[in-house]
């Protein structure tokens, strides 16, 4: 099974600023990494898929990069609505998993 | 605009059975339907992350699982009636949390997108 560990588990800024989240795979996925949002009471939504392609509807302040092991979600500048757990999700090898979640919170 | 829908969830006892469904709806465009799209059981349990139990490819053919559930739980659908199905038997405490299903995003790429609103599975004496 391959493990994805998210770090670091609360990230606190402030509106405005960056957000760097990291997502590191105990093995390579090659590229088959999506990340997710999720905010308090709501269902998962897909943000980013393939590494660095955005969802229908996710807005350009939303990106990802990396590959193999090493994946990062940045969103350049914080909104209010950004604030919530951020989950990645391989589909390189079954059973699928998902690592453990960053919450980024309003400082 | 594809809405999912999950029921059957509830309390149940240590070693019982319940059937959770999941319709969905908005299946209406380019001839697109839901037997195009695999679907997929996640769950959370309260306060933690995000689980991956259970994927179906759209056809039904092919089934996949997690470890902690595999041989107690059985994915199945029903495209005639656009119907995603978890039967999960031999319940322990630990099963207790929100049960999601999700429908693939784009054809063939087993990522989720959307989702449903889940629905509570507690497993308790």
């Known amino acids: 099974e391959i493990v994805l560990t998210q770090s670091p588990v609360t990230l606190s800024l402030s509106p405005g600023e960056r957000a760097t989240l990291s997502c590191r795979a105990s093995?390579?996925?090659?590229?088959?990494l999506a990340w997710y949002q999720q905010k308090p009471g709501q269902a998962p939504r897909l943000l980013i898929y393939?590494?660095?392609n955005r969802a229908t509807g996710i807005p350009a302040r939303f990106s990802g990069s990396g590959s193999a092991t090493d994946f990062t979600l940045t969103i350049s500048s914080l909104e209010p609505e950004d604030f919530a757990v951020y989950y990645c999700?391989?589909?390189?090898?079954?059973?699928?998993?998902f690592g453990g979640g960053t919450k980024v919170e309003i400082k | 605009e594809v809405q999912l829908l999950e029921s059957g969830g509830g309390l149940v006892q240590p070693g019982g059975s319940l059937r959770l469904s999941c319709a969905a709806s908005?299946?209406?465009?380019?001839?697109?339907?839901?037997?195009?799209?695999?679907m997929t059981w996640v769950r959370q349990a309260p306060g933690k992350g995000l689980e991956w139990v259970s994927a179906?490819?759209?056809?039904?053919?092919?089934?996949y699982y997690a470890d902690s559930v595999k041989g107690r739980f059985t994915i199945s659908r029903d495209n005639s009636k656009n119907m995603l199905y978890l039967q999960m038997n031999s319940l322990r405490a630990e099963d207790t949390a929100l049960y999601y299903c999700?429908?693939?995003?784009?054809?063939?790429?087993?990522?989720?997108?959307?989702w449903g609103q889940g629905t509570l599975v507690t497993v308790s004496s």
């Open positions: 999700a429908k693939e995003f784009l054809s063939t790429n087993y990522w989720f997108d959307p």
């Open positions: 908005g299946f209406t465009f380019n001839s697109v339907t839901f037997s195009s799209y695999a």
């Open positions: 179906i490819t759209g056809s039904g053919g092919t089934t």
């Open positions: 093995q390579s996925v090659s590229s088959y």
């Open positions: 393939d590494t660095s």
């Open positions: 999700q391989q589909r390189s090898n079954w059973p699928l998993t």
